[in-house]
């Protein structure tokens, strides 16, 4: 029998024996490398915790006690260790376990996660919480190095610290975010501080104290008696001191013994607290050693080469032709600048920082400072691109209203993610910006049909005078074209194919499934009318107008919750028109959270799919 065989509970790991430890922890990482090489997910993070989550969960009492997984993309050694491993295979699948701790999941996870450095934050809630019931059980929040460069992780430490809250953070360390971190304060971490190199920097204090003419000799003998603070002082420890915490560490993430005895200790303790370690990230996979950012999130892979498998050849992604169709509009135009928020890989752009390193900004998981850096960047007459997945923009709200709308400063978001993104499930779909920027003045949201339009869109958000959003799918671009082509001209859409029976208009990736609608209709001698409407705002309304007064029957399609969508938008937009006798149904997310599972599977689940448009638009038309 295994020794995962053993546990079904948090507290069974408890009758395994310390020395017994090691072969658990490797027990585990055997189970998360199988599964995650099948299912794909977060490798890395998850590989890099497996010694902590074993400590955590010898040390504290899940019953009672509560662990907060910052992101939660490393949490698949908790989901073991907390009665899941009989599931663990149903990883990221539709209507299996979800790659992030979800409350409504397990009582043994404490929190949803999923957007990063929050685990501070929700931590010393659960503390406060705890406090008004009397309770003296334990919260615990576990932050990433790079979870540590987002703004609400310090909202939090300096709540836990001034209040003085019964709280342990656990920092962990590992020197990476997906790429390598950023930030003064990771460079700040990363300082390698050695015992000599502490010797020779006690000594040159002193002598610099000693010189200080008059008192230079007090201070001197006073900071000397206080020597056991030097350390701190010189150490990470003094940004986290000065946050009112207790200091420990750094100490290797991966000696067990060590986590252990230190976790004991940290235990008794009735105060803010922050224990800091250092951990590799894929630990004890050697391709995820040599390659994290590769392996932080991976497709499936061969485990024995470590190369991901492919399924039959792939067309080129969206992501891809923005990265690449910015490259050659920046080297037109030497103003052009583009930002990420910890993400050059995922958003393409890496050929950009790697072409023009100057004008290249990763500001670390910071997607407020983003925007209002790339508003400050623009009151420059620099024309800053931010590529922000949908999900991380809504962090943003009050940046691109406040800092870039008001004063209709010319700023790009390049939004990826648009739509369903699948198995990273709700907390990663993007599905809520058409309504959270549609009601924004000034502001012009455009979203591509295919790879052509969304090169001639990023042109001509670039050109514009004014905020764009440009809003853009995961996955593999699509290739249509129309009856009669037509430029990107503002708040203009376009005729895609003619017809009669049914009006169709879609934005984005909707027009493909449109298209596909189109085709299968035609069969069944239905002809339909499909419009893309490029612009969610301004939208083209006039010719919307006229089309319906053609064909009454309509279909809105977006991949987007329908409550502020493009539907709305199209009957806001009548209805100011004074337009009354048409039959419109929308198609989009109804009012609900979509759950995670490869995304074509969703979309045929929540009826956003080419059959649910046929489906719909005979009805309509019987
Ligand atoms: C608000 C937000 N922006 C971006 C991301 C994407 N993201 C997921 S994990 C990650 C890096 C986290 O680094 P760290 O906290 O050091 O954890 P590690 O993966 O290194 O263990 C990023 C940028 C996110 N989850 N949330």
Redesign the pocket.
């Known amino acids: 029998m295994s020794l995962l065989e053993k546990i079904n509970k948090p507290s069974d790991i408890k009758k395994i024996s310390r020395e017994e430890l090691p072969e658990l922890s490797s027990e585990i990482r055997g189970r998360i490398i199988d599964v995650v090489s099948k299912n794909g997910g977060h490798l890395?993070?998850s590989l890099?915790v497996v010694d902590l989550t074993i400590a955590l969960f010898y040390v504290f009492d899940l019953e009672n006690d509560k662990i907060v997984w910052?992101?939660g993309?490393?949490s698949y050694a908790h989901k073991i260790l907390s009665g899941r491993n009989d599931k663990f295979d149903t990883l990221r699948t539709k209507g299996g376990l979800s790659g992030f701790p979800k409350i409504s999941e397990s009582k043994y996870d404490a929190f949803t996660t999923?957007?990063?450095?929050t685990s501070v934050s929700a931590g010393s809630g659960m503390s406060c919480g705890k406090r008004i019931r009397n309770e003296n059980s334990k919260v615990i929040s576990v932050?990433?190095?790079?979870?540590?460069t987002?703004g609400i992780a310090y909202e939090g430490l300096n709540y836990v610290g001034g209040a003085g809250l019964d709280h342990i953070t656990i920092l962990?360390d590992?020197d990476?975010?997906?790429s390598q971190?950023v930030g003064a304060i990771s460079s700040f971490l990363s300082r390698k501080l050695s015992a000599n190199y502490l010797q020779t920097l006690k000594s040159q204090f002193g002598e610099f104290l000693k010189s200080i003419p008059g008192i230079g000799e007090d201070i001197y003998h006073f900071a000397k008696r206080s020597e056991g603070s030097f350390k701190t002082f010189v150490t990470p420890g003094m940004l986290f001191e000065a946050f009112n915490l207790d200091y420990f560490g750094p100490i290797d993430g991966h000696n067990l013994d060590h986590l252990i005895d230190i976790l004991n200790n940290i235990k008794e303790l009735n105060e803010p607290v922050l224990l800091h370690i250092t951990t590799v990230?894929g630990k004890g996979y050697i391709h995820a050693e040599k390659n994290p950012t590769n392996f932080?999130g991976i497709g499936p892979f061969d485990i024995k080469s470590g190369d991901p498998i492919k399924n039959g050849e792939k067309k080129e992604s969206y992501t891809s032709i923005f990265g690449k169709a910015i490259v050659e509009i920046a080297k037109k135009d030497e103003k052009v600048v583009a930002i990420t928020?910890?993400?050059p890989e995922g958003t393409g752009l890496l050929p950009f920082a790697e072409k023009f390193p100057d004008r290249f900004f990763d500001v670390g998981?910071a997607?407020q400072h983003a925007v209002t850096f790339a508003a400050g960047l623009a009151t420059e007459g620099i024309k800053p691109v931010v590529a922000i997945y949908s999900t991380?923009l809504q962090?943003a709200y009050d940046q691109i209203l406040h800092d870039v709308a008001i004063e209709s400063l010319p700023v790009v978001f390049a939004i990826d993610r648009g739509g369903i993104v699948g198995e990273d499930g709700p907390t990663h779909h993007g599905l809520f910006d058409f309504s959270y920027l549609r009601n924004i003045p000034g502001l012009t949201i455009m979203t591509p049909k295919d790879a052509d339009e969304l090169k001639d869109m990023l042109e001509f958000s670039i050109s514009h005078n004014g905020p764009v959003a440009l809003r853009y799918p995961r996955g593999e671009v699509a290739n249509i074209k129309s009856e009669n082509p037509s430029k990107i001209a503002m708040g203009k859409g376009e005729i895609v194919r003619q017809g009669s029976d049914i009006l169709l208009i879609a934005a984005g990736r909707t027009v493909s499934e449109c298209m596909i609608a189109y085709d299968i209709l035609k069969e069944k001698g239905v002809s339909a009318t499909l419009f893309n409407a490029r612009f969610i705002k301004p939208l083209d309304i006039e010719k919307i107008a006229e089309l319906v007064k053609n064909t009454e029957n309509v279909i809105t399609v977006e991949e987007q919750v329908i409550a502020g969508g493009l539907g709305s938008a199209v009957l806001e937009g009548l209805n100011d028109k004074k337009i009354n006798s048409f039959n419109l149904e929308r198609i989009g997310i109804k009012d609900t959270f979509v759950k995670h599972g490869a995304a074509n599977e969703l979309r045929k689940e929540y009826g956003i799919d080419a059959e649910a448009i046929v489906a719909k638009a005979l009805e309509m038309t019987s």
């Open positions: 890395g993070s890099g910052d992101v993309h490393q999923g957007h990063s450095s932050i990433g190095d790079g979870s540590l987002g962990n590992n990476m975010s997906i971190n990230k932080h928020a910890a993400m998981i997607e991380f962090r």
